[in-house]
């Protein structure tokens, strides 16, 4: 054998096991970047899956303060002993209905919109006692709360 075929050889296979160990290289820092892609992914799904959530819970309870608001209207307007009854009967259902989502609200809300949903369930406590008054404060407890929870899943109005 002479030194041109060793030299050759020797060559060859440098350049092979430089190429296995390029491709192992460019394989692992393929799979790396992968993984970031799909923690980035991950990660963007699961915070649009939350505002989701937030969103469609925030619908609930306003859905349902409109709900008590017009429960009150109708009670505040009723007259007759059988109207007022049944009026009474919607008020009562539509309070417990406010209250539970509510209390979903508050697992999931920040502080600002767990404020504003606070006082808007604090007011109808209220209406009772001073339901004229009570009306215009509302309107302005309800802006509040739908500018806070419009804020927080990042939407303006």
Known sequence: MDWS???SIAITGVVGIAGVAGAIVSARMASTSATKDLK???RAENDRVNKAEKRR???AFQTSVESMLRAAINDGIATEPEEKKEARAALETAHNQMYLKFNELWLI???SVKRSAYHIMTHFNEYAHKQEQWMGEFSIL???SVDA???DVDETS
Do not use: G
């Open 5 to 7: 075929s060793v030299v």
């Open 40 to 42: 980035l992914s991950i």
């Open 57 to 59: 819970i925030y619908a």
């Open 109 to 111: 809300a920040p502080t």
């Open 142 to 144: 309800q802006a509040q």
């Open 149 to 151: 929870m419009r804020a």
